[in-house]
């Protein structure tokens, strides 16, 4: 610096930072707590979550392998106590070991659980098997009554009772010289509603749905009848749903009643055969209410112990 020059002077300002909103502490005392609360929920899911098996399990593996029988955990010489002046003394910071049952879960807690989903499934099986059994005893049951029956013997070819994936079927069917129903007509013969009076005493114990069908042969009516053979069918089947609503059907019991004229023949290859004029009552798989059925009381009908003159004609024949 040369004389006369002035010095210079430079002045240097320090800004100070500032704490608070404008630093980043916060920041981390945030991501603390937002990690300590998603591990709080997810140890509260998993808990709600798990069977109480699972949790006596879990509780189980950290549980110590031998209990010390003193007030600590130590079991040692001491068994927990600090020596003093006065001699051994417990120590102030020894608290005493509490064993705890975990609580079992609440109804409705932990749903859709593997033991949730086995029970249903059983509940299921036991209910197939006890359906199961109902369609055997009640298929033996209409079996030993037709043969039974000195009036029915002749009958026995005409009922026809089988277990299909769609229920307990039975079918009331034509035989050659032994119809159900007069030809062309929808008015049950005397020992056909004698035959739905014997099924309803069986079934009306039971509580499953039904499905009522008539069928029809092949053969056609006349040209200009104006009538065929689905009328026919439809006409019969409301027939036997009447004869069974007659004879104290629970009428809740009925689930469709239907006319399938020529379409479903017993006897596909020979579909003019008489057997396929027939009546077709199914008792629905798994529409049971598990409840036995309120029994109506029947109607009363003029004592018929056998056949009526036209039918004994027929067997005659």
Not at 289 to 301: C, D, R, V
């Amino acid at each position: 610096m040369t004389e006369g020059s002035e010095a210079s002077i430079i002045i240097k300002k320090v800004k100070k930072g500032h704490g608070g909103a404008h630093g980043g502490a916060w920041k981390l005392a945030y991501a603390d707590f937002v990690t300590a609360m998603m591990a709080f929920f997810l140890l509260m899911w998993l808990l709600n979550s798990v069977t109480q098996e699972q949790l006596e399990g879990i509780a189980n593996h950290f549980a110590p392998t031998a209990v010390s029988q003193s007030n600590s955990g130590a079991g040692d010489v001491l068994g927990g106590k600090v020596l003093s002046e006065e001699g051994a003394q417990t120590a102030e910071s020894s608290r005493s070991s509490i064993a705890q049952d975990l609580p079992p879960p609440k109804a409705g807690e932990g749903s859709g659980g593997p033991n949730t989903q086995s029970s249903t499934e059983e509940a299921e099986e036991v209910a197939k098997a006890k359906e199961e059994k109902q369609f055997e005893e009640a298929k033996k049951e209409l079996e030993e009554k037709i043969k039974s029956n000195p009036s029915f013997r002749r009958l026995a070819k005409s009922l026809l009772i089988d277990n299909t994936p769609e229920g307990l079927r039975i079918q009331i069917v034509d035989q050659d010289g032994l119809a159900m129903f007069p030809s062309g007509k929808a008015t049950m013969y005397l020992h056909t509603k004698r035959v739905v009076e014997m099924v309803v005493g069986v079934i009306e114990k039971m509580t499953q749905k039904l499905a009522i069908s008539g069928h029809t042969d092949s053969v056609k009516f006349g040209s200009g009848a104006g009538y065929t053979n689905w009328e026919l069918s439809a006409d019969r089947a409301n027939a036997a749903r009447r004869a069974l609503l007659e004879f104290g059907l629970d009428p809740t019991r009925l689930g469709r009643v239907v006319g399938k004229a020529a379409t479903d023949p017993l006897l596909k290859d020979n579909p003019k055969a008489a057997r396929n004029r027939r009546l077709s009552i199914i008792l629905l798989r798994g529409t049971g209410t598990g409840a036995k059925a309120k029994k109506a009381a029947p109607a009363k009908s003029e004592a018929l112990p056998g056949l009526d003159d036209i039918q004994k004609k027929q067997l005659q024949q």
